[in-house]
């Protein structure tokens, strides 16, 4: 996969402060695929061999250096298109050799400040783990990289700082505690527990004898609840992301297309034998001489609306989460099989 299209995916790589930021106001969710489209209508291809650069305002960690260091990654990308065209013209008046020469004799200076606004900029954003920062750090490598060819630095220099992104990379996917191998396990097992939840309300009627102190329990209804999807209406773009993702093997389709609304209920005769599934008794007593009936009931109704709710949440979430979290990893890999390239 080229490094565009690589990037392109992530587009959805949006980090999970802001996913659970409280200042947008409003549904979480719809703010959230509001703004992964607005970024994607502004994406911008620079060629087939550069990154897809951030063109919107995101909303960014809470961290005012994170905020700035972001800004001036993202303003470097933005003069990597000039730069590029103002090479490929001095190539094509002077030929390569030379036009690379002339190339950097007038633009030495620049490119310099360039190449430390990204060293700086990428140390700071080394120390954090999220969508957001991975593909940004993807696109500050690959733009590392060009520059220093630019500059026709030494190849040492270039592999030892090429190395230290790949060290990122590796920790982003795989070590690191927050790693994305672990938020993909935490998402996926979160949509799992939500999806699969069942419960059963065991209704019990309590038979009270006038004529003897005789007392006799028995089961009345039982009722199995479990989730309930209906098709989700989702964009253009999120279906080709979703579907590119589901291709490599990321996503279960039928988790995406659908989202959790409510429970369905199934009349059970009985409780199944060695049942997993979590018994809630709300019990009706019933005193079938003429005395006050005491129906809790409501009881369960109100827990069983509680938790939809609940899940309902969960499995938003975690949706947009998931598709965040793999459309890094497909970045970072990607970023990480380039590095090798250049290195070894």
């Known amino acids: 996969m080229e490094p565009v299209t690589a990037i392109a995916i992530a587009q959805f790589a949006i980090?999970?402060?802001?996913?659970?930021?409280?200042?947008?106001?409003?549904?979480?969710?719809?703010?959230?695929?509001?703004?992964?489209?607005?970024?994607?209508?502004?994406?911008?291809?620079?060629?087939?061999?550069?990154?897809?650069?951030?063109?919107?305002?995101?909303?960014?960690?809470?961290?005012?250096?994170?905020?700035?260091?972001?800004?001036?990654?993202?303003?470097?990308?933005?003069?990597?298109?000039?730069?590029?065209?103002?090479?490929?013209?001095?190539?094509?008046?002077?030929?390569e050799v030379r036009g690379k020469l002339e190339f950097k004799k007038k633009n030495e200076f620049e490119l310099r400040g360039y190449l430390n606004v990204i060293r700086l900029s990428s140390a700071v954003l080394k120390t954090e783990i999220d969508p957001l920062t991975i593909s940004l750090l993807a696109s500050a490598c690959q733009n590392d990289f060009e520059l220093c060819r630019m500059l026709q630095v030494d190849e040492d220099y270039i592999r030892n700082e090429q190395l230290d992104y790949l060290t990122y990379f590796k920790r982003a996917l795989w070590?690191?505690?927050?790693?994305?191998?672990?938020?993909?396990?935490?998402?996926?097992?979160?949509?799992?527990?939500?999806i699969d939840e069942k419960f059963i309300n065991d209704w019990q009627f309590l038979y009270i004898s006038h004529l003897n102190t005789h007392i006799q329990r028995r089961e009345h209804k039982i009722s199995l609840y479990t989730s309930?999807?209906?098709?989700?209406?989702?964009?253009?773009?999120?279906?080709?992301?979703?579907?590119?993702?589901?291709?490599?093997?990321?996503?279960?389709?039928?988790?995406?297309?659908?989202?959790?609304?409510?429970?369905?209920?199934?009349?059970?005769?009985?409780?199944?034998?060695?049942?997993?599934?979590?018994?809630?008794?709300?019990?009706?007593?019933?005193?079938?001489?003429?005395?006050?009936?005491?129906?809790?009931?409501?009881?369960?109704?109100?827990?069983?609306?509680?938790?939809?709710?609940?899940?309902?949440?969960?499995f938003k979430m975690n949706r947009v989460a998931l598709i965040a979290f793999c459309s890094a990893n497909v970045t970072a890999h990607e970023t990480v099989k380039h590095i090798n390239n250049r290195v070894l």
């Open 228 to 314: 309930s999807f209906v098709p989700l209406d989702i964009s253009k773009t999120e279906k080709q992301i979703t579907y590119a993702l589901a291709s490599m093997g990321y996503l279960n389709l039928p988790y995406f297309n659908h989202q959790l609304t409510g429970y369905k209920s199934e009349q059970l005769s009985t409780v199944p034998n060695n049942s997993s599934i979590p018994v809630i008794k709300t019990q009706r007593f019933v005193d079938f001489s003429g005395g006050a009936t005491n129906n809790n009931e409501q009881v369960f109704e109100n827990y069983k609306s509680t938790r939809l709710n609940e899940n309902q949440l969960t």
């Open 175 to 194: 070590t690191d505690h927050y790693s994305l191998e672990k938020k993909i396990e935490t998402s996926m097992t979160a949509m799992k527990a939500a």
């Open 15 to 95: 980090s999970t402060y802001s996913m659970l930021s409280s200042r947008g106001g409003g549904e979480p969710l719809d703010a959230i695929v509001g703004m992964l489209i607005e970024i994607n209508n502004k994406l911008n291809v620079i060629n087939d061999k550069l990154d897809i650069i951030y063109d919107a305002v995101v909303v960014l960690p809470d961290k005012i250096e994170y905020k700035r260091r972001t800004n001036d990654l993202i303003s470097v990308a933005n003069r990597m298109p000039v730069i590029f065209k103002n090479l490929s013209s001095d190539i094509k008046e002077y030929g």
